[in-house]
């Protein structure tokens, strides 16, 4: 009880002008333990979990490492984030970078939350499309776009899941933790907070049906998919059987197992086995996982999936 207390009282101290006095003296490269402390104890991810987030915004805009302009909430975990690092996943952006040029590669990014990948991304020239089903996110996604114009990215509001759950629902239910939309899920177990989840009802399709056309008129070389969905990234793959048939796509997903890791492994396996495809060791440029040495009950933010026929 004293604990929870000092805890909000240490909360209670969070606001706009200290982060921002936070982030100057953590550009200052002091490697201080102090500061690392506070920063790591005012992220939204960790105080949703000790104290009561507050639900109001505090709403900035800021400059990523890239030259990227986005508005952030810094009462959001990947906001937050990004406002202290300049960028939240470099992953998929250097996996990008590594398989070809502007004008060959068409990236897809499956629960693109505000768009902080897509759009560094997109700024390089790369066609994009991002999928995010949160209303409240496409908001913020939109509200960053209009700051970087003339790119060459589309969002599309929707949830995706396999082709038999689309048949089933034409929509489903996501739950956002407060502080993290980022860990938004349709299991409401999936990342537990000391306040309640928020509830919203989404659409649900397949990623065949939302983006075949869209792909069969565009004009590249190499298709990369990232899907970040919290627990059903298998689903969006078993929705996606004909772009997997049709252009061979390198797909990042993450992996977060639970108490179900051999179940979920042993699904992974038939999915590579049916699609021709196999878990890669080189994720990217900075990022190995031998494959003797993958571990199904470990969580790996990032697992690279390519067809068989590449070397």
Known sequence: MRDRFIRNLIASFRNRYSLRILRKLMSLKTDSYVVNRIYNFYDPNNLRRHSKVSRRSIVVRSTGKYGERVELDLNEHIDYRFF??????????????????????????????????????????????AIEPLPFNIKKFRNSLKLNPKLDLEIIESAVGSHSKVSDNEFIEIFTPPGNSGASSSSKAW????????????????LDNLCLHILDSSSFTDLVIKIDVEGMELDVIAG?????????????????????????????????????????????????????????YLIYENLLLIPNELP
């Not at 907070?193 to 659409?203: A, C, E, K």
């Not at 059987?241 to 992996?255: A, D, G, N, V």
């Open 84 to 129: 202290f690092l300049g960028y939240f996943d470099d992953v998929p952006k250097s996996l990008v970078n590594r398989i070809g040029k502007a004008n060959e590669v068409f990236f897809i990014d499956v629960g693109a939350n505000v768009g902080l990948v897509s759009i560094a991304i997109a700024c390089e020239g790369y066609q994009t499309l």
């Open 191 to 206: 990342n537990p907070s000391l306040q309640p989840s928020d509830v919203s009802l989404v659409r649900l399709d397949s």
């Open 240 to 296: 996606a059987s004909e772009i997997l048939q049709k252009y061979r796509p390198q797909i990042l997903i993450e992996w977060k197992p639970g108490q179900n890791a051999l179940i979920k492994f042993h699904e992974l396996s038939n999915m590579l086995q049916v699609h021709e495809y196999r878990l890669s060791s080189q994720i990217s440029p900075n990022e190995l996982i031998p494959n003797y040495s993958f571990d199904p």
